[in-house]
């Protein structure tokens, strides 16, 4: 498995911008395709958006869709998830996570490696 280390979380106003990097190690960073889910108390986890292993496709929920972008370094290894015009609606713990699948995937149940998680708190 891939070990996953998410960072850059904070405490924002509503309309505020946040980049959440998430750094991977242990296997080819290549091989994944890599996704950003959140998860706010008393909620399930739920998809947030998806890259695939090259990082020309994307996908995102309709939620968030024009507002966050995820993307990918493959030389740094990482994956980010850009967070615009934030909403306190997006307040929740936000994962890292990787998945081995050949197709695009969006249900926690097709992603292996998971981040310990961090929490972005947005004020209205």
């Known amino acids: 498995q891939v070990q996953l280390v998410e960072s850059g979380g904070g405490l924002v106003q509503a309309g505020d911008s946040l980049r959440l990097s998430c750094a991977a190690s242990g296997r080819t960073f290549s091989n994944y395709r890599m996704g950003w889910f959140r998860q706010a108390p008393g909620k399930e986890r739920e998809f947030v958006a998806e890259?695939?292993?090259?990082?020309?496709?994307?996908y995102y929920a309709d939620s968030v869709k024009g507002r966050f972008t995820i993307s990918r370094d493959t030389a740094k290894t990482t994956v980010y998830l850009q967070m615009n015009s934030l909403k306190p609606d997006d307040t929740a713990v936000y994962y890292c996570?990787?998945?081995?699948?050949?197709?695009?995937?969006?249900?926690?149940?097709?992603?292996?490696?998971w981040g310990q998680g961090t929490q972005v708190t947005v004020s209205s």
């Open positions: 996570a990787a998945s081995m699948a050949v197709v695009p995937v969006t249900h926690p149940s097709d992603f292996g490696s």
């Open positions: 890259v695939s292993r090259s990082g020309r496709s994307t």
